[in-house]
T-cell receptor, first 114, second 110 residues
Framework: SAVISQKPSRDICQRGTSLTIQCQVD?????MFWYRQQPGQSLTLIAT?????????ESGFVIDKFPISRPNLTFSTLTVSNMSPEDSSIYLC???????????FGDGTRLSIL | GIQVEQSPPDLILQEGANSTLRCNFS?????LQWFHQNPWGQLINLFY???GTKQNGRLSATTVATERYSLLYISSSQTTDSGVYFC????????????FGTGTRLTIIP
């Protein structure tokens, strides 16, 4: 399966600041996604990162808060903007290599907001 | 949207025991996947199983799509099996997007 590198692995940020998370894959993939996992909870899909176009956001998530880029088939970024303590979560990127293939996840970014 | 419920929510077992985890979903799906999240937070794909039965070592999974459930079997549990097990489904025409279940937290005691 693809090797997925996610950076940073963890960070502690101040309220009101923004952080950009990077997701790099060692091979071209068809689909890339961003998920959020709040403390003690399951995973929730934030958006689908579309190559060369605007991301597709799920209900409850907006571009102004979570801008996403995907300039090519191996790289994507998620920015968490104007952070508040409620944004403290693990953020994970995932990839799918092709239709009917399993989804694989990066190791996640553990974010704490003070 | 589609609902995905897992049971039991928590399970504590002695090393060497067997266990069965269940995943129920509320609508037809394109595929179902099982994941293990280890205590360090890493999420590992165990099975891609839209229907039928698959086995991988001590783990096996069965999905009965017509009855909207899946089972994950763990035999001869080891302490390294501890963590949270999630099932996730892609609804029909879902474009590979996954809806995750509520999770089962498994603790294996030496």
């Amino acid at each position: 399966s693809a090797v997925i590198s996610q950076k940073p692995s963890r960070d502690i940020c101040q309220r009101g600041t923004s952080l950009t998370i990077q997701c790099q894959v060692d091979s071209q993939v068809t689909m890339m996604f961003w998920y959020r996992q709040q403390p003690g909870q399951s995973l929730t899909l934030i958006a689908t990162a579309n190559q060369g176009s605007e991301a597709t956001y799920e209900s409850g998530f907006v571009i102004d808060k979570f801008p996403i880029s995907r300039p090519n088939l191996t790289f994507s970024t998620l920015t968490v903007s104007n952070m508040s303590p409620e944004d403290s979560s693990i953020y994970l990127c995932s990839v799918v290599s092709g239709v009917g293939q399993p989804q694989h996840f990066g190791d996640g970014t553990r974010l704490s907001i003070l | 949207g589609i609902q995905v419920e897992q049971s039991p929510p928590d399970l504590i077992l002695q090393e060497g025991a067997n266990s069965t985890l269940r995943c129920n979903f509320s609508d037809s799906v394109n595929n179902l996947q099982w994941f293990h999240q280890n205590p360090w937070g890493q999420l590992i794909n165990l099975f891609y199983i839209p229907s039928g039965t698959k086995q991988n070592g001590r783990l096996s999974a069965t999905t009965v799509a017509t009855e909207r459930y899946s089972l994950l079997y763990i035999s001869s549990s080891q302490t390294t099996d501890s963590g949270v097990y999630f099932c996730a489904v892609e609804k029909r025409f879902g474009n590979e997007k996954l809806t995750f279940g509520t999770g089962t937290r498994l603790t294996i005691i030496p």
